[in-house]
């Protein structure tokens, strides 16, 4: 269970019950709110590209992320 009442950072979530059937997952602007009743959560991300690659991996439980945003050049 995650309850975050102000971020104070950009954040990244993910969270979960015992077996994945239910993935939530978001993101939380610095100065807003996390709120999920799911038992089990991934660590807390500061950086969207790590987010995505752990939302890429849970694609067998049905998640679909955004594309990875291009390398910085």
Do not use: C, V
Not at 35 to 59: C, F, H, M, T, V
């Amino acid at each position: 269970m995650i309850r975050i009442l102000a971020t104070d950072k950009d954040t990244w979530f993910i969270t979960y019950n015992d077996d994945k059937s239910i993935i939530h997952y978001g993101d939380a602007p610095e100065g807003t709110s996390i709120n999920s009743g799911q038992p089990d959560n991934d660590p807390l991300y500061y950086d969207k590209a790590d987010w995505l690659i752990r939302l890429a991996e849970l694609k067998e439980h049905g998640i679909t992320p955004d594309p990875l945003p291009d390398p910085p050049e």
